[in-house]
């Protein structure tokens, strides 16, 4: 009942800034946790960043954090990712997902839904 659409990605220069959005139809979006994953090429799935529906706490990996916004407007129903000082390391494709549980420990994260990905790409 939920479907997850991407747009944003691109190429980029390093140092540079690009902005995500996530835009989510279907069941209610405010009570659900609402992430970014991203998948290197040749590496495994990882978290990058997520905000919780009602209270909008947000987490980021290590490696992103200080570069990276996650923000959220419930009335537009879209999840944000501000991306900013870019580098190469940061290419991949990007996955925006919702889930009531976020588990680093579980399989997908916990997530229930998935969008199809968009391209991000860093040259250096």
């Known amino acids: 009942q939920v479907q997850l659409v991407e747009s944003g990605g691109g190429l980029v220069q390093a140092g540079g800034s690009l902005r995500l959005s996530c835009t989510a139809s279907?069941?209610?979006?405010?009570?659900?946790?609402w992430g970014w994953f991203r998948q290197a090429p040749g590496k495994e799935r990882e978290f990058v960043a997520r905000i919780s529906g009602r209270s909008a706490i947000t987490y980021y990996t290590d490696s992103v954090k200080g570069r990276f916004t996650i923000s959220r407007d419930n009335a537009k129903s879209t999840v944000y990712l501000q991306m900013n000082s870019l580098k190469p390391e940061d290419t991949a494709v990007y996955y925006c997902a919702a889930g009531t549980y976020y588990s680093s420990r579980s399989r997908d994260y916990g997530m229930d839904y998935w969008g199809k990905g968009t391209l991000v790409t860093v040259s250096s």
């Open positions: 279907g069941r209610t979006f405010s009570s659900n946790t």
